[in-house]
Antibody, heavy 119, light 107 residues
Framework: EVQLVESGGGLVQPGGSLRLSCAAS????????MSWVRQAPGKGLEWVAN????????NYVDSVKGRFTISRDNAKNSLYLQMNSLRAEDTSVYYC????????????WGQGTLVTVSS | DIQMTQSPSSLSASVGDRVTITCRAS??????LAWFQQKPGKAPKSLIY???SLQSGVPSRFSGSGSGTDFALTISSLQPEDFATYYC?????????FGGGTKVEFK
């Protein structure tokens, strides 16, 4: 059974840092690009970043460039999102998602972890 | 960035109704268009990719159409479990972008 389990969310002050993790199981992690997608409370979906199977390519939405870093540890079947210089507008549920090899479209999502940026 | 505009933002429908949601891209994206379903408090679920290809396990009452800038998601006969919010996403170019969502509510 495919599973993606996010962790690391919580309450952080503006300007602070947080590292999200996503533990993958039930599939061959090294075969897939992986993504982070977020959703602010009561709002729509926003793609944040993705990373190639071997970590050699990464893409980011402009609003997080220079502040967030996506990475992966294939030996641990884990995806990460290091978030620095957090702002109130980063408050969201953050979803980890697997991208289908043939389409590049997220075909399986984790349940999400909530990040709240507030003083 | 490519802007994705969905319409309507919400609609009311009854079980058995045929429902169509549209999505327009601000520039041509060929068929690099996906549709997702999201229920309250749950993660999104992938329905369609490449504008019209059904993800494995998705009921055949869901269908997608379009290419270039104009796309549609159709539910041929709405079922109780289909009441949800639907999002389109373009994956033609970075940054990947979603439409604002269409909430399908019970009439």
């Amino acid at each position: 059974e495919v599973q993606l389990v996010e962790s690391g969310g919580g309450l952080v002050q503006p300007g602070g840092s947080l590292r999200l993790s996503c533990a993958a199981s039930g599939f061959t992690f090294t075969n897939y690009w992986m993504s982070w997608v977020r959703q602010a409370p009561g709002k729509g979906l926003e793609w944040v970043a993705n990373i190639k199977q071997d970590g050699s390519k990464k893409n980011y939405v402009d609003s997080v460039k220079g502040r967030f870093t996506i990475s992966r540890d294939n030996a641990k079947n884990s995806l990460y999102l290091q978030m620095n210089s957090l702002r109130a507008e980063d408050t969201s549920v953050y979803y980890c998602a697997r991208e289908a090899p043939t389409s590049g479209v997220p075909d399986f999502w984790g349940q999400g972890t909530l990040v709240t940026v507030s003083s | 960035d490519i802007q994705m505009t969905q319409s309507p933002s919400s609609l009311s429908a009854s079980v058995g109704d045929r429902v169509t949601i549209t999505c327009r891209a601000s520039q041509g994206i060929s068929n690099y268009l996906a549709w997702f379903q999201q229920k309250p408090g749950k993660a999104p679920k992938s329905l369609i990719y490449a504008a019209s290809s059904l993800q494995s396990g998705v009921p055949s009452r869901f269908s997608g159409s379009g290419s270039g800038t104009d796309f549609a998601l159709t539910i041929s006969s709405l079922q109780p479990e289909d009441f949800a919010t639907y999002y389109c996403q373009q994956y033609n170019s970075y940054p990947l972008t979603f439409g604002g969502g269409t909430k399908v509510e019970f009439k």
